[in-house]
């Protein structure tokens, strides 16, 4: 991904800018369509860089005439960290650049050996695929860049190309040297072209594939250059054999036959390869190299003094081979060599017609392109016009209708605001309710407080009533008092009804409202989605008044149920005032007859007694058996019989300090069966007033104590 960045940026800063001129436009699309072929001769496929991409850099080293563009580019576009294959073909690139291109191109380069240095080091360790090839071919980079620009005076172009420099060629001593750094440079060259045939071997690949022919390449630059060195360490080594004795020049005689014998071989295992055949014309050597033996007599110094050192002696063992004919070997080779140049050439010139060409149909194609967008130009510009006008008017529209909207949101408002002065004003009834309900509830309580001292109050009257035997005043007195007490919770309950009945008025009208308020609410809706918002804000508002409805309703139903039950106990009230005085009324009646009939015996009181003993819940059943045992009473005193006057005095005690109950009701009466000898005796009236009134002073005695 940095890569992919770094080579977008480079190649936008080569797009040319409006304000720059033709010719560096002209440049820019150079360094762009130079940029384009490096990456693509350097890609990370495993094949061989093609030849088209190859020219291009070539023609443009022509035009540039040094290589630092080509630095630059390299270091800043090409991925060089990662893959092995885009590191590989640096060096093959580079080579051919070197031998091919500008004659300054290597001496140029003489700044960037410390980097192929570094990146050969970087790949040395790495045993398995190119790494070793990669330190290799650095090594012998660095070391073509030293030769050129140590002797840049005889060979500085990277094709090695002699200069006719006359005071160099006359010093001996300086093309000896020259002579040993060509054959360091040949070792080095064999040592590199060994190493990439070793794996190629180790491989056992055939030499069309293109994972060989990626292996393979650099060797066509190999071949070219070893044997342009060989010419020229040839003629060097034969000029110097003419001028120093041979004794001093056998080391540089054996390590000349070593590479000779090493191109030989080289040569040889090339012309087997179907890669190289249309590629290169491979050298063809003769079987033995070449034998430098001068001969010191005088003819022969006089053709070497006027200017036969010119020739090469290539002197067979066993025949010595003519000057003349070794230099026509050399003009042979270079004629080889200059008609593959021009075959080249004019496969490039051929391209770069087909290219103008192409060129030419592309501008034609691009002019008829302009004049279709401009009048596509033209009409989308009309539509554009006609479609702003529309947009216009659809603008005016828009706030015209959005004025009404305003409009239409300001009376929701105000409407609004009245349901909210009416849900305060409901609140604040609401609230009162509460308060009368409470105010309800604490006389609602303080009644049931005085119904309890009202019954208390009725007992000590019935006490009353039998000490002072005023009964018909104590009745009046518990009819006014009775009034007294209704006449209040009718009057609070009717208030109530009322306010209950105003209350359901109210909520009826709240939601007719409502429903009012939620059909504007759903027109406005459809109106228009801009006041979506205050929608749903009125919604929600409407929400939280349904909320308080509901809690109205439900402490309206609340107070219903309260009423209900004010209801109930204002009946229950109402009976147990009747039962009340229904009591005191038979225990009137009772206590009145039994008076003006004093031919009741004891007798009868134990039937009366035992036929009452079935139901003992009703007011009237008490009152008829209390009246009874007041009877029984005074009979069993009159009848000489204290048990059951014991018995008939414990009963009627237990009643009156309210300890009565039926259990004690059934145990007496399992009692009585003793009384039917005694039921023949007869009570008169003077007599049962009498025990009334002295049954009803012990009583009231023993109650005070």
Not at 97 to 103: E, M, S, T, V
Request: hydrophobic content about 35%.
């Amino acid at each position: 991904m940095a890569s992919n960045s770094r080579i977008q940026q480079h190649l936008s800063n080569l797009i040319p800018s409006s304000n720059t001129t033709t010719l560096d436009q002209e440049m820019d699309e150079f360094k762009k369509e130079q940029t384009n072929a490096m990456l693509k001769s350097l890609n990370s496929n495993e094949s061989p860089i093609k030849e088209k991409h190859l020219r291009t850099l070539l023609i443009g080293s022509f035009r540039l005439k040094n290589s630092e563009s080509f630095w630059v580019t390299l270091r800043d576009v090409v991925p060089l960290h990662g893959n092995e294959l885009v590191v590989w073909k640096i060096p093959i690139l580079t080579h051919r650049l070197f031998f091919d291109g500008h004659p300054n191109y290597t001496k140029s380069s003489i700044s960037q050996k410390k980097w192929l240095i570094d990146l050969g080091n970087t790949w040395r360790h790495i045993g398995t695929g190119y790494g070793t090839l990669i330190h290799n071919y650095c090594e012998l980079l660095t070391k073509k860049i030293d030769l050129h620009t140590g002797h840049s005076n005889i060979i500085p172009s990277g094709n090695f190309m002699v200069k006719n420099d006359s005071q160099a060629l006359g010093n001996d001593f300086y093309i000896y040297e020259v002579c040993v750094d060509l054959f360091d440079y040949q070792d080095k060259l064999l040592n590199f072209i060994n190493s990439v045939l070793e794996t190629f071997d180790a491989l056992k690949s055939n030499s069309v594939s293109s994972s060989a022919q990626c292996r393979l390449s650099p060797l066509i630059t190999c071949i070219n250059e070893s044997h342009k060195i060989m010419e020229i360490s040839t003629s060097f080594l034969a000029k110097v054999y003419k001028k120093l004795p041979p004794d001093s020049l056998e080391g540089h005689v054996l390590r000349y036959n070593e590479i000779y014998n090493g191109l030989k071989a080289f040569y040889d295992r090339c012309s087997t390869l179907t890669y190289f055949l249309g590629l290169v014309n491979v050298p063809q050597m003769p079987k033995n190299p070449p034998s430098f033996i001068s001969s010191y007599n005088s003819k022969e110094e006089e053709q070497i003094t006027n200017g036969e050192d010119k020739q090469l002696a290539l002197i067979d063992h066993p025949n010595q081979i003519k000057q003349e004919e070794l230099k026509l070997f050399v003009i042979l080779e270079e004629l080889d060599r200059q008609s593959s140049r021009c075959h080249t050439l004019e496969c490039a010139l051929k391209e770069k017609e087909e290219e103008n060409s192409f060129l030419k149909a592309e501008i034609t194609r691009s002019e008829e392109t302009i004049t279709n967008q401009k009048s596509d130009f033209i009409t989308s510009f009309e539509k554009y016009r006609n479609k702003q006008e529309e947009e216009k008017e659809l603008i005016k529209k828009q706030f015209s209708e959005s004025a009404k909207i305003d409009n239409k949101v300001e009376e929701s408002n105000s409407k609004l605001m009245k349901l909210k002065e009416m849900y305060q004003k409901l609140r604040k009834e609401h609230i009162e309710l509460l308060r009368n309900n409470a105010e309800l509830q604490k006389s609602m309580s303080k009644n049931q407080d005085m119904s309890k001292q009202d019954v208390e109050k009725m007992r000590s009257k019935i006490y009353d009533f039998l000490r002072d035997s005023s009964l018909r005043k104590i009745i009046s007195d518990n009819f006014e008092e009775e009034d007294d007490i209704t006449s209040p919770l009718e009057e609070c309950f009717k208030s109530f009804k009322d306010k209950l009945e105003e209350t359901d008025s109210e909520l009826e009208n709240y939601r007719d409202k409502n429903t009012i308020l939620e059909k504007e609410l759903l027109d406005k809706n459809s109106i228009n989605a801009n006041i979506s918002l205050e929608n749903t804000r009125l919604i929600s508002h409407r929400d939280n008044l349904e909320v308080a409805i509901q809690k109205l309703t439900g402490e309206r139903e609340a107070l219903k149920e309260l009423s209900d039950e004010l209801m109930i106990s204002r009946d229950s009230m109402k009976v147990q005032l009747d039962s009340n005085n229904d009591f005191v009324n038979r225990f009137k009646d009772k206590l009145l007859c039994i008076v003006e009939r004093p031919e009741w015996s004891v007798q009868n009181c134990v039937d009366e007694i035992q036929h009452s003993k079935v139901s003992l819940e009703g007011d009237s059943e008490i009152a008829r058996l209390l009246s009874l045992l007041f009877v029984l009473l005074s009979a069993s005193k009159g009848s000489k019989n204290s048990r059951l006057y014991d018995k008939v005095a414990e009963l009627i005690r237990s009643f009156l300090l309210q300890e009565f109950d039926s259990e004690k009701m059934i145990n007496f009466l399992q009692d009585l069966d003793f009384i039917e000898d005694e039921s023949d005796d007869q009570l008169s009236v003077e007599d049962l007033d009498s025990m009334f009134s002295k049954e009803i002073s012990e009583m009231e005695k023993s109650i005070a104590a």
